[in-house]
């Protein structure tokens, strides 16, 4: 049976202050993870921040359960309680979060 691409909205809450995870992005180290880490890269670097204060970010995933490869890697690390909400559209999800200030301030 084919993988078939799935998006989600991330949510998350950051679990200690960032900077090493900002590190790993500026670095390149995720995107180099396979497969999905060039996807998680772009995904993590346009995250927003919610009105709670936690980070929210479209993702596309192929997983079951949902970005188990990407926590197990990268995600549980810096992250708690994160939540997935299945999305028909990279469009919806970027229209749902537009209006919320970014995680980095490049």
């Known amino acids: 049976m084919p993988y078939r691409m799935a998006l989600y909205l991330v949510r998350?809450?950051?679990?200690k202050a960032l900077e090493d995870l900002r590190k790993e992005l500026d670095a390149g180290t995720i995107s180099k993870l396979r497969p999905f880490g060039?996807?998680?890269?772009?995904?993590?670097?346009?995250?927003r921040i919610d009105k709670d204060g936690h980070a929210i970010?479209?993702?596309?995933?192929?997983?079951s359960?949902?970005?188990a490869m990407e926590r197990d890697s990268v995600l549980?690390?810096?992250?708690?309680d994160i939540t997935v909400e299945?999305?028909?559209?990279?469009?919806e999800g970027r229209d749902r979060i537009k209006e919320r200030p970014r995680l980095w301030n490049f």
Do not use: G, H
């Open 12 to 15: 998350a809450k950051p679990n």
């Open 38 to 47: 060039e996807t998680l890269q772009y995904s993590l670097e346009n995250a």
């Open 57 to 63: 970010w479209v993702e596309e995933d192929y997983c």
């Open 65 to 67: 359960p949902p970005l």
């Open 76 to 80: 549980d690390r810096y992250f708690n």
């Open 86 to 91: 299945r999305i028909e559209s990279e469009q």
